[in-house]
T-cell receptor, first 110, second 115 residues
């Protein structure tokens, strides 16, 4: 079945450093979504990418969707302590079912 | 943004009892709701897809007689964990979308502890 792999599992950075998490699907996706989950909280939608090669920015966050629509990345520039949490990618098949990656937990040292 | 309400937030029950969890979309009609299970520091594992007015679609390995799902209206889906056992202890979280390939709005989750 469809699998979505996400790396790294954990990342510790110093405040101000950049951070990137990568997502790779075993199948071509109709779209990919990114979510953030704070400790003790529930996932919150960040963005959806639909088009091949799409790049979207939200302030310090840059999201990319690969040309083959099988991989994606989230890059955070100059991390802040408020960026702490677990970032999940979720790949959508053409049936609409979302499969979540394992998540990358980001820790930021002030 | 859209709001999904999930109740209860936490529940402690004795082994062998059944627990019902409700998921409501408060300001939009959700034709599809999804139920996930999340273990500590792990990802969300899709358990089943709940479709309004029809039977839920369960993922491989999820017992449909154990985890009963009812989606009686466009704003309410329920998950009942029947004859709960300690291994059923987990964080259960629902989500809803307004359409195919639309973003998901998550409930706040239910932490179930079975003694």
């Amino acid at each position: 079945g469809q699998q979505v792999m996400q790396i790294p599992q954990y990342q510790h950075v110093q405040e101000g450093e950049d951070f990137t998490t990568y997502c790779n699907s075993s199948t071509t996706l109709s779209n990919i979504q990114w979510y953030k989950q704070r400790p003790g909280g529930h996932p919150v939608f960040l963005i959806q990418l639909v088009k091949s090669g799409e790049v979207k920015k939200q302030k310090r966050l840059t999201f990319q969707f690969g040309e083959a629509k099988k991989n994606s990345s989230l890059h955070i520039t100059a991390t802040q302590t408020t960026d702490v949490g677990t970032y999940f990618c979720a790949g959508a098949s053409n049936t609409g079912k979302l499969i979540f990656g394992q998540g990358t937990t980001l820790q930021v040292k002030p | 943004g859209a709001v999904v309400s999930q109740h209860p937030s936490w529940v402690i029950c004795k082994s062998g009892t059944s627990v019902k969890i409700e998921c409501r979309s408060l300001d939009f009609q959700a034709t599809t709701m999804f139920w996930y299970r999340q273990f500590p520091k792990q990802s969300l594992m899709l358990m089943a897809t709940s479709n309004e007015g029809s039977k839920a679609t369960y993922e491989q390995g999820v017992e449909k007689d154990k985890f009963l799902i009812n989606h009686a209206s466009l704003t309410l889906s329920t998950l009942t964990v029947t004859s709960a056992h300690p291994e059923d202890s987990s964080f259960y979280i629902c989500s809803a979308s307004s359409g195919l390939n639309e973003k998901l709005f998550f409930g706040s989750g239910t932490q179930l502890s079975v003694l």
